[in-house]
């Protein structure tokens, strides 16, 4: 049974251009969450998903930061116009439908660490 | 969210236990107390959770206060591989879905 998978693993962009991280939930999951972790810090949160919804994205910057789970594929962060303050690791997250409740483990993948030169 | 309190780090030699403290003095009558960790490099993994009672897994054992104001998370027998940073969180209020990690104890493991 496949865990969380996050693709790339790195990924290099220049000042400017626009970064893509997918996020592929467990079999069977579908809620996902996205969190970010500064260099020397700890993970925070940043954006809450269903299929096809943003449930909650209260800890998303308001500007350049976007995230979809569309019904087919996988959760998609976007960040445009990238700087070097979003140099960090990127980690999702899922949980089962059941989803929202405070008993529910989050199982995380491997995240993506974002390198802005 | 209820404040948690953990020891910047802690060591421990190989094949003895580990306890973990954790302090949570503000914790509601109806947050659970979870247990991740992150090893080296890799996304942070759950280890436990509990609500009131003791809690046994194959990775660990929970241990909570009467009070519930404090919890221990107990490795019966590090390994080399149980060195990483362990996070005490707390699940409350209507945003029962994140989790906010503090900085965690960074457990060595000596062989």
């Known amino acids: 049974n496949a865990g969380v998978m996050q693709n790339p693993r790195h990924l290099v962009r220049r000042r400017g251009q626009e970064a893509r991280l997918r996020c592929s939930p467990m079999k069977g999951h579908s809620h996902v969450y996205w969190y970010r972790q500064l260099p020397e810090e700890g993970l925070k949160f940043m954006v809450y998903l269903q299929k096809e919804n943003i449930i909650d994205e209260s800890g998303m910057p308001k500007e350049r930061f976007s995230a979809e789970f569309p019904k087919e594929g996988p959760s998609i962060l976007r960040i445009q116009q990238v700087v070097r303050g979003d140099s960090a690791a990127y980690f999702c997250a899922s949980s089962p439908p059941s989803g929202g409740t405070r008993t529910d483990t989050q199982y995380f993948g491997p995240g993506t660490r974002l390198t802005v030169l | 969210d209820a404040k948690t309190t953990q020891p910047n780090s802690m060591e421990s030699n190989e094949e003895e236990p580990v306890h973990l403290p954790c302090n949570h003095s503000?914790?509601?009558?109806?947050?659970?107390i979870h247990w991740y960790r992150q090893l080296p490099s890799q996304g942070p993994e759950y280890v436990i959770h509990g609500l009131t009672s003791n809690v046994n897994n194959r990775m660990a054992s929970l241990a909570i206060a009467e009070d519930r104001k404090s919890s221990t998370l107990i490795l019966h027998r590090a390994t080399l591989r149980d060195a990483a940073v362990y996070y005490c969180i707390l699940n409350s209020g209507g945003s029962n879905y994140k989790l906010t990690f503090g900085k965690g104890t960074l457990l060595t493991v000596n062989p």
């Open positions: 503000t914790i509601s009558g109806t947050d659970y």
